[in-house]
């Protein structure tokens, strides 16, 4: 089928290449001119594990393709998706629409013959009806269907989890010739027997919120469990374990931390509640997480900031990792953005190292020292910060480490180390939910 991928950051890159690789022929188009020029010479504007390899090896073989002109790959379409961002409004919390409205009026003006509109951007209820609606006052006699197909995709497993997915959610097929279309490019997830769920648009729309407000919910639990264990004197990993052993519960999202960020659950766990409340339904739970969440990310740099001795005034403090997660470059919502300006704010001077976020936390973060590795960070600071779990800081040399430290003080926001061991070679050692 005929594929084109309105956006290519992280949902249509990564979506419009697994329909390639599917067999589909795609087209990526996104208006920003430097980030269509790094794809046209090879190189990829976001960090993904795989990614690189799997956008060359389709686009030699002449299935994917990249452009700043969607006029004629709209016109070819079959299918149309929209996947462009949904930040949060300024002012309100709400998503912010108007990307999506925008292609609905381009693909509108621009498509020929009977063309599928998929939304894969993450919106609200009834964002659909108005792109239907949008799209039908401009074209009265077009023959289209709009469909809802939210994405699931993890940053740092967003290609196994497309290709090898729990389900495929698809509202608003009841065309026939919709479902046709929406069966035949996923086919050969069909044929692996992923559950394909097929509901109405709206229930589409909230089923991708549902889901990203419950997984915050969870973290957020295990997170105040943690709270708890530091004053009753249990381990939260173990807690964890013996709830998440529970199939009703679930292992997964179960790791005490220093709060979620990333690209979905904070925009979506907002524009979820504002749009319960204005439908007169508000939704108290997933209030309550978005204001514990973000008073826990604040919060962590006071943990740090105590491990010193109360103050950091003239000190250093390394931090590792400034991700919102390892396997990825995605600086939004992490919480290292929270703890750095409060650590410089209370006096401290922070020198950080992550293996791909750097670049972008440059434009972020001012005032920090960016180190060449983990040991080049570490070197006579008086405390260091684990603050993204990534795995090759999971293995360090703890001896050499120890000896490049001022003082042997480390804050371990993501539990990486054990307890016994740290206190055993010597150091001063704070986690998260363990005695």
Not at 212 to 221: G, P, R
């Amino acid at each position: 089928m005929r594929v084109t991928m309105i956006g290519a950051g992280y949902v249509g890159l990564v979506s419009g290449v697994c329909f390639a690789d599917f067999g589909h022929d795609v087209v990526c188009v996104d208006k920003d001119e430097k980030k269509i020029a790094l794809l046209l010479d090879g190189k990829m504007p976001i960090y993904e594990p795989g990614l690189d390899e799997l956008v060359a090896q389709n686009v030699r073989e002449g299935r994917l393709s990249f452009s700043t002109d969607a006029s004629q790959a709209i016109r070819d379409a079959d299918a149309v998706f929209i996947a462009v961002g949904t930040p949060s409004r300024r002012g309100d919390g709400h998503a912010d629409l108007s990307y999506v409205f925008a292609a609905a009026e381009e693909i509108a003006d621009l498509m020929q013959g009977y063309t599928v509109v998929v939304t894969k951007s993450t919106v609200p209820v009834g964002t659909g009806d108005e792109v239907e609606n949008r799209i039908r006052a401009r074209r009265p006699d077009a023959e289209f269907a709009v469909v809802s197909n939210p994405e699931f995709l993890r940053e740092g497993a967003a290609i196994n989890d497309f290709k090898r997915p729990d389900r495929v959610v698809v509202g608003g097929a009841e065309d026939p010739r919709a479902r046709k279309v929406i069966e035949e490019l996923y086919r050969p997830l069909y044929l692996n027997e992923t559950p394909i769920v097929f509901t109405e648009r709206r229930t589409s729309e909230l089923i991708k919120y549902a889901a990203n407000a419950f997984l915050a919910m969870k973290i957020t639990f295990i997170n105040e469990m943690a709270d708890l264990c530091e004053k009753v004197g249990a381990d939260v990993q173990q807690v964890a374990r013996g709830i998440g052993l529970d199939n009703r519960i679930g292992s997964k999202f179960l790791n005490a931390g220093p709060g979620y960020g990333g690209s979905c659950f904070p925009k979506d766990t907002l524009a979820l509640v504002r749009t319960a409340q204005e439908y007169g339904a508000p939704v108290k739970l997933i209030e309550t997480t978005v204001a514990i969440n973000d008073d826990r990310k604040a919060a962590m740099a006071d943990r740090i900031i105590q491990a010193v001795g109360g103050s950091v005034k003239g000190k250093t403090i390394a931090m590792l990792g400034l991700a919102f997660k390892p396997n990825t470059d995605d600086m939004r919502d992490a919480p290292s953005l929270d703890i750095v300006p409060a650590l410089q704010k209370a006096g401290a001077r922070v020198r950080a190292f992550d293996p791909e976020s750097m670049e972008e936390a440059a434009h972020l973060l001012k005032g920090v020292e960016f180190a060449s590795g983990p040991y080049d960070c570490v070197k006579d600071a008086d405390a260091v910060a684990i603050v993204t779990e990534w795995d090759q800081f999971r293995a360090l040399d703890l001896k050499r480490m120890k000896e490049l430290l001022k003082a042997p003080v480390v804050v371990d926001l993501r539990n990486v180390y054990r307890p016994d061991e740290m206190r055993e070679r010597g150091f001063t050692y704070v986690s998260i939910g363990r005695p």
